[in-house]
């Protein structure tokens, strides 16, 4: 039975985007996303949040990224698909959540 980590950090605006993403199964992979809109567009509410995040948490520069976020759900499947995961281990109810709502039906037991 083949095991994976996965862990995300990102943004909630209200709806949650990568910034980051990184499986681990005894190999690493590691992906960084851009954000479905630009900082310049959020309500001020919002930018501070974002603000702080980037200084004190994660250190993600939201504009920054190099994968768009529809390659998210792909990148997810395809290796699963894959590497024939059967269990995926994930910190977090946040991240438990959008993983299974990201995947849905393809989404292996968490």
Do not use: W
């Amino acid at each position: 039975m083949k095991l994976a980590a996965v862990d995300g950090q990102g943004f909630h605006l209200p709806e949650f985007i990568v910034k980051e993403l990184t499986i681990y199964d005894g190999i690493t992979i590691y992906e960084t996303f851009k954000p479905t809109k630009q900082l310049k567009e959020l309500d001020e509410r919002t930018k501070k949040q974002v603000r702080y995040l980037q200084r004190y948490c994660h250190m993600l520069r939201f504009n920054d990224g190099a994968k768009n976020q529809t390659s998210v759900k792909q990148i997810l499947i395809e290796y699963i698909k894959e590497h024939a995961v059967a269990v995926i281990y994930v910190k977090e109810r946040n991240k438990e959540n959008y993983l299974m709502e990201t995947l849905g039906k393809d989404c292996s037991k968490l």
